[in-house]
C-alpha cells in the first residue's frame, strides 16, 4: 500500500506562503488521486483540493486562487503551494490518496498531517 509521509507546514504572517509537501513511497503516485484536506479544532476534516490521476485539479472555494495543487513525478512527491494565507486558513493540514477521488473522507491512505499557523 502507498505511504505518504507530509512536511512542510509551520507559522506565518497573514499574506504570506507556505508550501505542503506529500511525498509517496513504495508505489507512485501515478495511479492516484491524491486530495488535500484541513481540519479546525473540534471540525471534521474537510477537502479543499484534489488533483486526479490525468493531472486534473479541483478547488473548493475557500481556498480557490490561493491555493495550488502539483505533483513532481520525478520525486514522487505531491505539492500544496498556499500563497496569501489568512488566520482563518490555520488549521491541520492532511494528504490522502485513493484510486479514484472520491466525495467523502474515506481515503484508505492518509499523511500524517502537518500544523499551518497563520497571525494576523
Known amino acids: 500500500q502507498v505511504q505518504l509521509v507530509q512536511s512542510g507546514g509551520g507559522s506565518v504572517q497573514a499574506g504570506g506562503s507556505l508550501r505542503l509537501s506529500c511525498e509517496a513511497s513504495?508505489?507512485?503516485?501515478?495511479?492516484?488521486?491524491i486530495a488535500w484536506f484541513r481540519q479546525f479544532p473540534g471540525k471534521e476534516r474537510e477537502e479543499i483540493a484534489t488533483?486526479?490521476?490525468?493531472?486534473?485539479?479541483n478547488y473548493k472555494d475557500p481556498v480557490k486562487g490561493r491555493f495550488t495543487i502539483s505533483k513532481d513525478s520525478a520525486k514522487n512527491t505531491l505539492y500544496l503551494q498556499m500563497d496569501s494565507l489568512k488566520p482563518e486558513d490555520s488549521a491541520m493540514y492532511y494528504c490522502?490518496?485513493?484510486?479514484?477521488?472520491?466525495?467523502?473522507?474515506?481515503?484508505?491512505?492518509w499523511g500524517q498531517g502537518t500544523q499551518v499557523t497563520v497571525s494576523a
Open positions: 490522502a490518496a485513493d484510486r479514484e477521488c472520491r466525495f467523502d473522507t474515506n481515503y484508505p491512505y
Open positions: 513504495r508505489y507512485s503516485i501515478h495511479p492516484y488521486c
Open positions: 488533483i486526479e490521476r490525468d493531472g486534473h485539479t
